[in-house]
């Protein structure tokens, strides 16, 4: 079975852009949650999907969203974003049912550097 | 919340020697205990993990111990060898899944 896929795997975006991150699940996965690891903060829980539907949301502000597709595939937008928005982004998903946070497989990550 | 602290933040050892990490949570409700390992450039790899009704678990060299009373739980390596070397992630859950700071191990040839 293929591993979660993340990409772009870098990105290099200015001040007040907006960004997008896509996240493939491995197949038959149908949760899907995204993670913000910054060297600070380290691993920061920003939502999980279920099903098309957000089922947890963590602490970051309304610039943060997202969404998931029939097909278990999930996207992440920033918009106007931040120096500090600076960050990998981690994708993982998991087999097992909404709001489960056992058994997550994680991405490789998307590296995005806000100049 | 949930808050977990690990600790140390660093670990240098020799290779064939062990190597432990200590996690300690604050949440009651908490009964889920995962491990994480990530090797640079990649994502997270749960390697071992552990539930409030199990005292202790072993995989191979490695092992985790839980202390429900004191609320703490610990990663132990044995006869570490140069792949060791990563940073380990201790975790807790419920409520959300929450993260210790991490711990950058390097086993030294």
């Known amino acids: 079975k293929a591993g979660v896929t993340q990409t772009p795997r870098y990105l290099i975006k200015t001040r007040g852009q907006q960004v997008t991150l896509s996240c493939s699940p491995i197949?038959?996965?149908?949760?899907v949650s995204w993670y913000q690891q910054t060297p600070g903060q380290g691993l920061q829980f920003l939502f999980e999907y279920f099903s098309e539907t957000q089922r947890n949301k963590g602490n970051f502000p309304g610039r943060f969203s997202g969404r998931q597709f029939s097909n278990s595939r999930s996207e992440m937008n920033v918009s106007t974003l931040e120096l500090g928005d600076s960050a990998l982004y981690l994708c993982?998903?998991?087999?097992?049912?909404?709001?489960?946070?056992?058994?997550?497989?994680f991405g490789s990550g998307t590296q995005l550097s806000v100049l | 919340g949930e808050n977990v602290e690990q600790h140390p933040s660093t670990l240098s050892v020799q290779e064939g020697d062990s190597a432990v990490i200590k996690c300690t949570y604050s949440d009651s409700a908490s009964n889920y205990f995962p491990w994480y390992k990530q090797e640079l450039g990649k994502g997270p790899q749960l390697i071992i993990d552990?539930?409030?009704?199990?005292g202790e678990k072993k995989d191979q060299r490695i092992a985790v111990t839980l202390n429900k009373t004191a609320k703490h739980f610990s990663l132990h390596i044995t006869e570490t060898q140069p792949e060791d070397s990563a940073v380990y992630f201790c975790a807790a859950t419920p409520p959300k899944l929450s993260f210790g700071a991490g711990t950058t191990v390097t086993v030294r040839a």
């Open positions: 197949s038959g996965h149908r949760s």
């Open positions: 993982a998903s998991s087999s097992l049912g909404q709001g489960n946070t056992e058994k997550l497989f």
């Open positions: 552990i539930r409030s009704n199990v």
